[in-house]
C-alpha cells in the first residue's frame, strides 16, 4: 500500500509556529490529512526532545509511534473515516548562517536521526558549537558541510537534505545568500546529499533542467509551522514501513518504492517570480532582465525569484528531462479550495466546518483530493467544492504567482462562475 | 653559502615601522615602550626577540618575557614558534608561571617543601570553610580579596586591620599546614626569596627581561621586575598608561609613570600609529582619554582609511536597547529568519559579515544577562565570556551529583552536596556530627546515614534525612530495571526538581542534560549510568573567549581588553554605569581608561548606547547618558534613536481557527 510522508514540519518550539505543533496534535491532524509517516521536527530543543523520549516510543526500525496512553485520548478527536496509524520520524532544520568564498551564505538544512541515542549526539555536538535552546530550528554559525560531517560522525545512518533549495534568503542554491552547485556547497562531501527538497516555489520539471540535480532525489515536504498547514506537498513511497528502507528508497530514486511527490502549483509558492513585496511589484524573469534587475517602482535590485534563478543555472532547455525523474502531481489544500468557493478566508468557521464535514464523511483529506470518486463528493457537499476538486486534480486553476514572500493567488473559478448559495446549480 | 637560518632572516625595516624598529634594536638598559591600543605591540615584542636571537645571537634561555595573561603567553609562544626554533624558546610566561619555576627549585631557602600544592579560589574557599565554620560563602569571596591585597601589599597579619587580623594568621597557618601556597604567595614569596637569598638571583638565567601590560602590575609583581632587573638592568616594560584598568585588583598606574625614576637613563619609545581602526573612532576615543591626568601617551594616529561616524543611541529604556543590538546585527547580517524585519528592508547589504565579527561589551556581569536574554530571544549564536560554563551551573551540578550518589553510595562528597541541597533541614552541624560518627566507627559515611537512629539527632533532622535515605533506595532500586534517561526523569519528579529550580533557563539546561543521557539508553542499567557520570566528568567547557566560534561575543569591558572586532557595541553607556558608581565613589580616570579600551577594540564600526530608563537591581531607574559621551566631538557622531519594538506577534499561524476542531 502506497504512504505519505511528510518530513519537515516545525514543531510549537520554533519562531513563528502554532501552540498546535505538539506531538499529539501532529498526530491527530496527520490523520486527518492522510500522513503515515511525519517527521517531529525541531529535534535539537532540548524540551521537545525530552517530549519525544517520553511521548513516543520505537514501532518499527528508526520509525516512532504515540504511546497508547496518549494516542487514546486523541483517538476520540478523530473522525473513524480518517483513523490510521502515524508513524513520526526523527527530524529537524537547522539554520546554517556563514561566509564561504567570501560570500554570506544562509542555508537550511533539514537533519534525519534514526533513533534517539543518535539525535542525543547530534544534539550534544551542537549544542558545544551554538545555542540550540532558544529556537527549534536553531540558527548556527556552522558551515553546512561541516553540519554534515557532524552527523556522518554520529552514524552513518544520519542524512541531511538541504531544504526548499531555491528560496532567495535561506536555501542552498537561493539567489541571495545560496551557492550555485551542491559541489560548491559541500566539496568533497558532495556525494552524501542524495536528496534535496524542491520547496514550494519550484516543482520537479523546473528542476530537471539543471542537470547537477540528476543523480539526486527530489523529494517534498510541507514546511509547516500549523497543522493545518500539513500535507500540501508530499512523498510518496510504497515500501516497508522503516526508517532505512524509505531512505534507501530515496537514495535510490527507485520509482518501485519512491513513487513520487505531491507537489504545489509552484506558482503559487512565495518565491515564484521576481519582485518587491514593499512595492508590490512583480514580474516574470523575462521583465526582470530588461529592467536589469531593478525595480519598477523603487530602482532598487528585486528580489529573485525561484524561477528567474533556475533559469540562470539551468543547463536543459524548459521540458527537458532525465532518466531518472520521477512522477509528481500538482495539489491544493482542501482548505484552499472550500474558501474560493465560499469566498471567505480560509481560517473562517465556515470553511473548517465543511472541511470538518468533507473528511469526517469521506476519510482523510488526501483521499478527498486525490481519490475519492467525484459522485460520492458531490454527495455529501456543495457542488462547487467537488468541481473545484475535479479542476484541481485536472490541473485547471488558474494562478498569479507569489514573489518575495508573498504567497501567488489560485482561482479555480472564473469570475463569472459565482458561487450562489440560492442556486447552486448554475454552474452547469 | 650561509647556514639554513638565513631563510628565516626578516627584513625588519619592512616589517616595522622607525618606531617599531627601534624599540626592535634597542636591547641594552632600561627601555619604555609606551604603546597605544592597535599600535603592533605583539608584533614588536615578537620581533625584538627574533632580532636578539637570529641577530644578535642571544642564548633563548637568557630572555624572560612576562606576559599579563596565561592566554597571552600561549599565544606569544605561537608567534614565535612560527619563526624561531620551537624546541628552543625564551620562557615566556605569567608573573605565576614564572614564579612558580623559582619556588620549585627554591623554595626550601626560605622554608617552603618543594612539594608544596598551590591552592586555586575553591580551594582556598574551603580552606576558609574549615577557619570560620557556617560563614556565607560571599562573605568568604570578599574576606579573600582584603586578605589578597594585603598579602600583595606586604602587610603581615600583625598590621592588618584589626578585624581581619585572627583570620589572615589563621588562613596563613593553615596553608602553611598543609603545604600549600596560594596564587598571592606565589609572588610574595618569590620576592622574600629573592630578597633574602641574592645568590638565586644570580642563578637565574634571565639577562633581557621585558614586561607586558606594565601598567596593571601591582606592588608584588612591580617589586619583582625591580628585583630581576637588578642584576644588568636590561628591562624592557611595554605598556599603554591609558588602559590600566586593573586598579581594583590592586594594580596601580603610578608603576608605569614613574619607571622612569626607578630606572634612570632610561629610553622611551611611544608606539603612536594605530593600525586596528579608522581614524573616525580614534579620534573619538582620543578625545575622550585626554581629559585623563595620569597618562603618558601622546597623540594616538589612525593610519587606516576613513570609516563610518561612530553611532550613538538613545534608547527609550534598556529593552530598546536590546533591540537596537540585535535589530543592527540582523541588518548587518542581511536578515537571519523570514521573520526578520530587515529581509522587508530590501537594502542590499555590501560588506560579508559573519557572527564572529560583532562584540557587545558591557560594565557588569548583571547587565551581560540580561543582554544574554535578549540573544535567546532572537536566536543570534552568541557566547558569554565569563559565564558559568553548563558543567558548573547548579542546577546541572546538583543533578549529576545526584546520579553520582546513585551510582556510588560511598561518593561522599556528592552525597553531602546532595543532602545538603535536597534533605530538608539538614545543615552542615548535621552533616558534621554523621561525619565524626563514621569517623569514630570507621565506617564509611552513606553507611553512616543508615545508622541514624544511633547518632543524636533531633527527630525531625532524623525523619528528614530518612525520607531522603528512602528515596535514595528507591532510586537505587529504579536503576536495575529502567533506562538512564527514564531514571533521571523519575528523579527530578520525585525531588520536585523543577519545583526547585523553577527559572525557565535552568530548567531548560536540566532537559539539555536529560537529552544527552539518552544517547546512554541501550546500555545495561548500571553501565550507562556510569558512562554518563564519566562522560560528563570529562565535559570542562571554558569560559574564556573562544575565537574559532562563530558566534557574536557578549562580554565585559575588562575582558574585552587586548581583543579586537570589526563591530563593537558598547552598551549601558549611561552615568552610574559608565563611569560606574561605586558605593565609594567614581574613580573618574579609571573609569575613563575603561571606556577607552572598550572604544579602540572596535575596527569599522563602533556603537555606543544609553538607555533613558533601565531595570537596575529590580527598579525601574531613570538614567542619564555618559558624561564621557560629551568628550566626544559631535562632527564624529551619528545621533540615533531607538523605541521599544512592539513585540512581535506570532504571525502566520491559525491558532484561533484550528482550536475549533
Redesign the interface.
Known amino acids: 500500500m502506497p504512504f505519505f510522508a511528510d518530513l519537515h514540519i516545525h514543531s510549537k518550539f520554533s519562531m513563528a509556529t502554532s501552540k498546535q505543533m505538539n506531538l499529539e496534535s501532529l498526530y491527530r491532524w496527520a490523520q486527518l490529512k492522510g500522513i503515515r509517516v511525519i517527521g517531529t521536527g525541531d529535534f535539537t530543543h532540548p524540551e521537545y526532545f525530552v517530549e519525544i523520549s517520553d511521548k513516543l516510543e520505537e514501532a518499527e526500525p528508526g520509525l516512532f509511534k504515540l504511546k497508547k496512553k496518549y494516542a487514546d485520548e486523541i483517538d476520540k478527536e478523530v473522525p473513524e473515516s480518517c483513523r490510521a496509524e502515524v508513524r513520526f520520524m526523527l527530524s529537524v532544520e537547522i539554520s546554517s548562517i556563514y561566509s564561504k568564498n567570501e560570500k554570506c551564505r544562509k542555508v537550511h538544512n533539514i537533519v534525519f536521526a534514526p533513533g534517539l541515542k543518535e539525535a542525543s549526539k547530534i544534539n550534544q555536538k551542537l549544542g558545544k558549537i551554538g545555542n540550540i535552546k532558544s529556537d527549534g530550528r536553531p540558527i548556527l554559525g556552522l558551515d553546512s558541510k561541516k553540519l554534515l560531517e557532524i552527523i556522518l560522525s554520529v552514524s552513518d545512518r544520519c542524512y541531511l537534505v538541504p531544504a526548499h533549495i531555491w528560496t532567495p534568503h535561506f536555501a542552498m542554491l537561493g539567489s541571495k545568500s545560496g551557492f550555485d552547485s551542491i559541489k560548491e556547497c559541500f566539496d568533497e562531501l558532495s556525494d552524501k546529499i542524495f536528496a534535496v527538497e524542491t520547496g514550494l516555489s519550484s516543482d520537479p520539471p523546473m528542476n530537471w533542467r539543471l542537470s547537477q540535480l540528476d543523480n539526486v532525489t527530489l523529494i517534498s515536504n510541507s514546511d509547516a509551522h500549523s497543522p493545518i498547514k500539513l500535507a500540501r506537498e508530499l512523498n510518496v513511497f510504497d515500501c516497508e514501513l522503516s526508517y532505512d528502507e524509505m531512505w534507501d528508497a530515496i537514495r535510490k530514486g527507485d520509482r518501485k518504492r519512491f513513487l513520487g511527490t505531491i507537489e504545489f502549483f509552484p506558482e503559487e509558492g512565495k518565491y515564484h517570480y521576481d519582485g518587491h513585496r514593499v512595492c508590490e511589484y512583480s514580474c516574470d524573469p523575462k521583465e526582470t532582465k530588461k529592467n536589469k534587475g531593478l525595480c519598477k517602482e523603487c530602482g532598487k535590485p528585486v528580489i529573485i525569484g525561484t524561477m528567474h534563478r533556475i533559469e540562470d543555472l539551468a543547463d536543459r532547455k524548459k521540458g527537458g528531462k532525465h532518466d531518472r525523474a520521477l512522477p509528481y502531481r500538482y495539489s491544493i489544500p482542501l482548505y484552499e479550495i472550500i474558501s474560493e468557493v465560499y469566498k471567505v478566508g480560509v481560517g473562517s468557521k465556515k470553511v473548517l466546518n465543511e472541511y470538518h464535514n468533507l473528511i469526517s464523511q469521506l476519510g482523510n483529506e488526501m483521499y478527498i483530493l486525490l481519490e475519492a470518486p467525484i459522485d460520492d463528493i458531490k454527495k455529501v457537499t456543495d457542488l462547487f467544492i467537488a468541481e473545484g476538486i475535479q479542476r484541481v486534480r485536472d490541473g485547471n486553476v488558474s494562478v498569479k504567482p507569489g514573489y518575495d514572500g508573498e504567497f501567488g493567488e489560485i482561482s479555480i473559478f472564473k469570475d463569472n462562475e459565482k458561487y450562489d448559495n440560492k442556486s447552486q446549480m448554475q454552474l452547469f | 653559502m650561509k647556514s639554513m637560518t638565513t631563510s628565516h632572516k626578516c627584513n625588519y625595516s619592512e616589517l616595522l615601522n622607525e618606531k617599531q624598529l627601534e624599540a626592535v634594536e634597542t636591547l641594552d638598559g632600561a627601555m619604555l615602550i609606551a604603546a597605544g591600543p592597535g599600535s603592533g605591540k605583539t608584533r614588536t615584542i615578537v620581533y625584538r626577540t627574533v632580532y636578539m636571537i637570529n641577530e644578535q645571537g642571544i642564548d633563548p634561555k637568557e630572555i624572560l618575557l612576562i606576559t599579563f595573561t596565561k592566554k597571552a603567553a600561549i599565544e606569544m609562544r605561537e608567534r614565535l614558534s612560527e619563526l624561531l626554533d620551537s624546541e628552543n624558546l625564551p620562557f615566556v610566561g605569567t608573573f605565576h608561571s614564572l614564579c612558580l619555576t623559582i619556588l620549585r627549585n627554591y623554595s626550601f631557602k626560605i622554608g617552603i617543601e618543594k612539594n608544596f600544592k598551590i591552592f586555586d579560589p575553591t580551594d582556598q574557599i574551603e580552606l576558609l570553610q574549615e577557619i570560620l565554620k557556617g560563614a556565607k560563602k560571599k562573605s568568604l569571596q570578599d574576606l579573600l580579596k582584603r586578605i589578597s591585597k594585603l598579602k600583595n601589599d606586604f602587610v603581615a597579619p600583625l598590621n592588618a586591620p584589626f578585624d581581619l587580623q585572627e583570620v589572615y594568621r589563621d588562613y596563613q597557618g593553615a596553608l602553611k599546614a598543609k603545604n600549600a601556597v596560594d596564587f598571592d604567595d606565589l609572588i610574595v614569596k618569590t620576592v622574600r626569596l629573592l630578597e633574602k637569598h641574592s645568590e638565586v638571583l644570580e642563578i637565574l638565567p634571565f639577562k633581557y627581561i621585558s614586561v607586558d601590560e606594565y601598567q596593571d602590575t601591582n606592588k608584588a609583581q612591580y617589586k619583582l621586575v625591580k628585583l630581576l632587573a637588578k642584576r644588568n638592568g636590561n628591562i624592557c616594560a611595554i605598556g599603554d598608561s591609558d588602559q590600566a584598568i586593573y586598579a581594583f585588583r590592586g594594580a596601580n598606574v603610578e608603576n608605569f609613570l614613574k619607571f622612569g625614576e626607578d630606572f634612570k637613563n632610561m629610553k622611551l619609545i611611544k608606539l603612536d600609529k594605530n593600525y586596528r581602526s579608522t581614524p573616525q573612532i580614534i579620534k573619538a576615543s582620543e578625545k575622550v582619554i585626554e581629559k585623563n591626568e595620569k597618562r603618558m601617551q601622546g597623540d594616538l594616529c589612525a593610519a587606516g582609511e576613513d570609516g563610518p561616524l561612530i553611532s550613538v543611541c538613545e534608547a527609550n529604556n534598556d529593552y530598546a536597547e536590546m533591540d537596537y543590538i540585535t535589530q543592527t546585527i540582523d541588518l548587518k547580517?542581511?536578515?537571519?529568519?523570514?521573520?526578520s524585519k530587515e529581509?522587508?528592508q530590501?537594502?542590499?547589504?555590501n560588506e560579508?559579515?559573519?557572527?564572529?565579527d560583532f562584540a557587545v561589551l558591557f560594565r557588569t556581569h548583571l547587565q551581560g544577562r540580561v543582554l544574554e536574554e535578549a540573544?535567546?530571544?532572537?536566536?543570534?549564536?552568541?557566547q558569554i565570556v565569563g559565564a558559568i560554563p553548563f558543567y558548573d551551573r547548579a542546577e546541572v551540578k546538583d543533578l549529576l551529583s545526584y546520579l553520582r550518589c546513585i551510582y556510588d553510595p560511598n561518593d561522599e562528597n556528592s552525597m553531602k552536596r546532595v543532602i545538603r541541597k535536597f534533605a530538608k533541614g539538614v545543615g552542615e552541624t548535621t552533616i558534621e556530627k554523621i561525619k565524626n560518627y563514621s569517623i569514630v566507627y570507621e565506617i564509611p559515611f552513606y553507611q553512616a546515614c543508615l545508622e541514624l537512629d544511633t547518632i543524636s539527632l533531633t527527630n525531625d533532622v532524623k525523619k528528614s534525612l530518612g525520607n531522603f535515605i528512602k528515596s535514595h533506595e528507591n532510586f537505587r532500586n529504579f536503576v536495575v530495571e529502567n533506562k538512564l534517561?527514564d531514571l533521571i526523569?523519575f528523579v527530578c519528579e520525585k525531588i520536585t526538581y523543577f519545583e526547585i529550580y523553577k527559572d525557565k533557563?535552568r530548567?531548560?539546561?536540566v532537559?539539555?542534560l536529560?537529552?544527552?543521557?539518552?544517547?546512554f539508553?541501550?546500555l545495561p542499567p548500571y553501565e550507562g549510568l556510569k558512562a554518563f557520570i564519566d562522560e560528563t566528568a570529562m565535559m570542562q567547557?571554558k569560559d574564556m573567549y573562544d575565537q574559532s566560534?562563530?558566534?557574536v561575543t557578549l562580554m565585559t569591558l575588562h575582558a574585552s581588553k587586548g581583543l579586537e572586532f570589526p563591530i563593537v557595541f558598547i552598551s549601558g553607556v549611561d552615568d552610574g554605569l559608565i563611569p560606574y558608581e561605586f558605593d565609594e565613589g567614581i574613580n573618574e580616570e579609571e573609569e575613563r581608561r575603561l571606556f577607552y579600551v572598550g572604544m579602540t577594540r572596535a575596527e569599522k564600526e563602533l556603537h555606543l548606547i544609553y538607555a533613558k530608563e533601565r531595570n537596575w537591581f529590580g527598579e525601574k531607574t531613570e538614567m542619564k547618558k555618559s558624561r564621557f559621551l560629551n568628550d566626544i566631538p559631535s562632527d564624529l557622531v551619528q545621533e540615533k534613536f531607538q523605541e521599544r519594538a512592539i513585540r512581535e506577534k506570532?504571525?502566520?499561524?491559525?491558532?484561533?481557527?484550528?482550536?475549533?476542531?
Request: aromatic share 10%.
Open positions: 547580517m542581511g536578515g537571519l529568519s523570514r521573520q529581509l522587508k530590501i537594502e542590499d547589504v560579508v559579515r559573519k557572527f564572529s540573544f535567546l530571544r532572537k536566536g543570534i549564536p552568541y534517561s526523569k533557563r530548567q531548560d539546561n532537559f539539555e536529560i537529552g544527552y543521557s539518552l544517547q539508553d541501550d567547557d566560534k562563530n558566534v506570532k504571525k502566520e499561524v491559525a491558532d484561533e481557527q484550528e482550536s475549533m476542531f
